[in-house]
Nanobody, 123 residues
Framework: QVQLAESGGGLVQAGGSLRLSCAAS????????MGWFRQAPGKEREFVAA????????YYADSVKGRFTISRDNAKNTVYLQMNSLKPEDTAVYYC????????????????WGQGTQVTVSS
């Protein structure tokens, strides 16, 4: 059973940075594409970024392109989300997710989810 655990959330001022981590266990991590999603209060969960199993390909939502960077370290079974130039509209619970095979922006295609970590950006 794949288990995912996010960390690194917190409160930051607009324009600041945070780095989220997601540690995986119970799987051969390098077999899985990984994604980050977020959900703000009263809104649906939305795609943020995804990365291929090798780390060689990445994909971003337009709203975070140029500000966020997804990366992974397969030796550490961890995927990261570096978030720069944060805006109040980035406030949400951030989730990492894993799926066997190629990456996608569709949340329904991910098999495993973490519990989420809160990111709050103050203006």
């Amino acid at each position: 059973q794949v288990q995912l655990a996010e960390s690194g959330g917190g409160l930051v001022q607009a324009g600041g940075s945070l780095r989220l981590s997601c540690a995986a266990s119970g799987c051969t991590f390098s077999n899985y594409a990984m994604g980050w999603f977020r959900q703000a209060p009263g809104k649906e969960r939305e795609f943020v970024a995804a990365i291929s199993w090798s780390g060689g390909s990445t994909y971003y939502a337009d709203s975070v392109k140029g500000r966020f960077t997804i990366s992974r370290d397969n030796a550490k079974n961890t995927v990261y989300l570096q978030m720069n130039s944060l805006k109040p509209e980035d406030t949400a619970v951030y989730y990492c997710a894993a799926r066997w095979g190629s990456y996608t922006s569709r949340s329904n295609n991910y098999d495993y989810w973490g519990q989420g970590t809160q990111v709050t950006v103050s203006s």
